[in-house]
């Protein structure tokens, strides 16, 4: 079983840039695609971006693609989530989850194929 906690998050102005991180415990984690989601007040938990266990294969929304960067450090079995140029439509709360199942090949979108979310982290942006 795999636990993660999200950290990072925070009040920001629009323009400016946030780091999140996602700290996993339990074993095996650099064998799972690892996703971000972000959920608004309102609104369903949607796909930001997500990166395959190896790394070398990552996915963005269109809604940030350009702007944020995800990548992971198996070593220390974190995966962060950078974010620049935020504007207030970023606001959410952000979570970090891992796929269904290890040693997936194609990379999932759909919150229902993921698992072990985190707690989430609120990240604000104001105009």
Known sequence: QVQLVESGGGLVQAGDSLRLSCAASGRSFNIYTMGWFRQAPGKERAFVSAISGSGRNTLYSDSVKGRFTISRDN?????????????????????????????????QITPANYKNWGQGTQVTVSS
């Open 75 to 107: 070593d220390k079995n974190t995966v962060y989530l950078q974010m620049s140029s935020l504007t207030p439509d970023d606001t959410a709360v952000y979570y970090c989850a891992t796929a269904l199942s290890p040693f997936g090949t194609t990379i």
